[in-house]
Nanobody, 127 residues
């Protein structure tokens, strides 16, 4: 059974940092999957945050997040990370990782159902 499990969320003050982790299991070849971080805030739709290619060589970010968020992966551990720096209250949301063997544009991934989703990890930013 394929699973994605996120961890690393929590409560931080504005300006703080968090590193989210997504561990995949049951994948035949994890490195063949694009992995996405997607977030959903109360009252807002789902938003694609970042995407990383199977080999890790290509990354894409939502325009307004580039420079503060960094996505990376370690395929030997079937793991994808999202480093989030200089967090602000607008970053408060449930963060999900998702995997798909196909490339999905970040602007579309919030409305598209990737093949596999995790259960999410909550990030809260407040003073």
């Amino acid at each position: 059974q394929v699973r994605l499990v996120e961890s690393g969320g929590g409560s931080v003050q504005p300006g703080g940092s968090l590193k989210l982790t997504c561990v995949g299991s049951g994948f035949t070849r994890f490195n063949r999957y694009y992995v996405y971080w997607i977030r959903e805030a109360p009252g807002k739709g789902r938003e694609g945050v970042a995407r990383i290619s199977g080999g890790g060589g290509a990354t894409v970010y939502a325009n307004h997040l580039e420079g503060r968020f960094t996505i990376s992966r370690n395929n030997s551990k079937n793991t994808v990370y999202l480093q989030m720096d200089n967090l602000n209250p607008d970053d408060t949301a449930m963060y999900y990782c998702a995997a798909d063997s196909s490339l999905i544009f970040l602007t579309d991934v919030g409305d598209t159902r990737p093949q596999y989703w995790g259960q999410g990890t909550q990030v809260s930013v407040s003073s």
